[in-house]
């Protein structure tokens, strides 16, 4: 991933887990991964900052056996 301010390739910085429905028992639970990338370009604006992220889908309780994808 590149970013949009310098075009100079991105790195990941910080990775977490995201869990979505888990608040009731009606809707289905949903845990994804998520990747923030950050510019490391110490001449662009955009350096350090988190320029756009990844989310990947782990576990989707609405699917048979929890599968993702």
């Known amino acids: 991933m590149q970013c ?34 950050r510019c490391v370009n110490p001449q662009c604006v955009s350096q350090g900052k988190t320029v756009a992220s990844q989310k990947h889908l ?6 048979k056996g929890g599968e993702a994808g």
């Open 4 to 37: 949009p301010k310098c075009g100079l390739e991105t790195r990941i910085e910080l990775v977490y887990t995201s869990v979505e429905g888990d608040e009731s028992p009606d809707t289905a639970t949903k845990v994804y991964t998520v990747q923030e990338h």
């Open 58 to 63: 782990v576990y989707d309780q609405s699917r």
